[in-house]
């Protein structure tokens, strides 16, 4: 398949949660193309962020703007109905919290959502050729997740360029996202393994103009 044009998604766990709605205003009027929503349950990653309310309240006061959530959860089929009723853009699961992750993914797509899944530092990525056809989105995490503000690991960029080829070869498109650390010195450096699909938190919610750091972002990608 064709490589996709570059999202830039700006995670909102790096946002000023005492003004979620300016902060998410700020994104879009910066030329956001998705929103990246980590929902974490302090179970499967050692930290909280938020839950359906804020999500509620985003999908409401912003209905066009196109919403990536992040199940960093366990058990995240009993995420999937709620997350449906906003509605969500897309939902990825990790492949680490999922026993039967063809039933998710299919619950997903039942529900006319795109599925993604995310593979955590230490994961590979060989299993994705048993659920191939529902697969939309490869995620590979650049941090070990739960935390904002780390630093990105170069030793999963091989995974991306893996990630990369395996998505070429599907029939139907798949993009492949990258997630923690990403700034406008590692976007790059993902976006030549074969990412095209990027999240970034801090870069963006805590740099500044946003607006110009996403220009920066897109700007070294080309």
């Known amino acids: 398949m064709a490589r996709s044009s570059l999202v830039v998604a700006p995670s909102l766990l790096a ?17 956001a193309d998705w929103l990246h929503l980590d929902l974490m349950d302090g179970h499967f990653v050692p930290n909280l962020s938020f839950g ?18 992040h199940l960093m959860v366990d058990n995240p089929q009993d995420y999937v109905e709620r997350l ?9 699961v990790h492949w680490e ?32 050729q048993h659920v191939a056809d529902l697969v939309d989105c490869v995620l590979v995490m650049t941090v070990n997740p739960g935390f904002g503000g780390q630093s990105f690991l170069h030793s999963q960029l091989p995974k991306v360029r893996q990630a990369r080829a395996w998505a070429d070869a599907q029939p139907h498109p798949v993009r492949v996202e990258v997630d923690g650390g990403v700034d406008d ?18 870069y963006l919610f805590k740099g500044g103009g946003m607006d110009d750091r996403i220009t920066r972002l897109r700007q070294g990608v080309e």
């Open 15 to 31: 946002c000023d949660f005492s003004q979620v709605g300016e902060e998410v205003e700020r994104a879009v009027a910066a030329g």
């Open 52 to 69: 359906f309310p804020i999500i509620a309240s985003v999908s409401k006061r912003f209905p066009g703007l196109l919403l990536d959530t």
């Open 84 to 92: 449906a009723e906003f509605p969500v853009h897309q939902i990825t």
């Open 97 to 128: 919290a999922c026993t039967h992750l063809h039933r998710v993914l299919g619950s997903i797509k039942e529900r006319g959502i795109k599925a993604g899944v995310a593979f955590n530092p230490h994961s590979p990525i060989d299993g994705l």
């Open 185 to 202: 010195l590692t976007a790059p450096l993902c976006c030549e393994a074969g990412a095209d699909t990027l999240v970034a938190g801090s």
